[in-house]
């Protein structure tokens, strides 16, 4: 099952949503998932109070993205206009060198014989691949929204977000995104974020990455609005 929304800019929009959500917790089944997101991130912002169920599913929504994401798939909403949203805070599957590690034995070694080059450097892949997996357990991770403001109104702001997107680093994934009105036709990219504690340093990240490198051409400001720990945890 697919649905479609259309222009929800409009009262005519947010009311198809509003009648939609009237007997559902989430756009599809009983938890969050990138359908949500999809719908979240093509609004403008909070809708009216009139509007009781898409207020009362934007709020819920808005705080599950501010602390502890949202990784459910989904069925493939659409809406008109909008590219779907990626699923944020959703930890990758584990390595597999790892997972190999732990389930690996001993007896495909020959103790008695000299160890090859190719065995050696499983061993030592194997050894750092544990102790990599060892260091993870210990870390913690923490959800973080920013706000990321353009010059003017003439500033592309999906060639800002794609540039924003393009800083990489272990420990940093990039989650649901969405443009939000300022005034005078200037909009600011807002934009969910989860980071390994001991691997990414905010600060670092927007001084270094996100303003000396984008502010000439495309950001004025980055701000944080949100900064929350989630858990301990083993995977990312």
């Not at 990626?86 to 584990?94: D, F, N, Q, R, Y």
């Not at 495909?108 to 544990?130: M, S, Y």
């Not at 272990?170 to 036709?185: C, D, F, N, Q, T």
């Not at 996100?210 to 929350?228: G, H, M």
């Amino acid at each position: 099952m697919v649905v479609t929304f259309n222009d929800l800019g409009s009262a005519a929009g947010l009311k198809k949503v509003d009648e939609y959500l009237l007997s559902r917790s989430y756009i599809f089944g009983y938890q969050a998932s990138k359908d949500d997101i999809t719908v979240y991130a093509a609004l403008s912002g909070a809708p009216s109070a009139s509007y009781v169920n898409v207020s009362r599913w934007y709020n819920h929504i808005d705080a599950l993205l501010r602390i502890s994401g949202v990784s459910g798939e989904g069925s493939g909403v659409t809406v008109e206009g909008f590219a779907p949203a990626e699923a944020v805070a959703t930890p990758p599957a584990a390595d597999s060198k790892v997972a190999a590690a732990e389930n690996d034995n001993d007896d495909d070694v020959d103790l008695f014989g000299e160890e090859t080059g190719e065995e050696k450097k499983v061993a030592e892949e194997r050894a750092a691949a544990i102790k990599a997996s060892a260091k993870k357990k210990e870390s913690g991770k923490s959800s973080v929204l920013l706000d990321i403001k353009s010059w003017d109104d003439e500033t592309d702001m999906k060639k800002l977000e794609k540039e924003v997107r393009a800083v990489q680093m272990e420990g940093l994934l990039w989650g649901a995104s969405k443009l939000v009105p300022i005034g005078y036709g200037i909009k600011k990219l807002q934009i969910m974020m989860t980071i390994v504690d001991d691997l990414v340093s905010v600060d670092t990240l927007i001084e270094e990455h996100l303003t000396v490198e984008l502010i000439n051409e495309y950001v004025q400001s980055c701000d944080i609005v949100a900064f929350n720990k989630i858990c301990k945890y083993s995977k990312f």
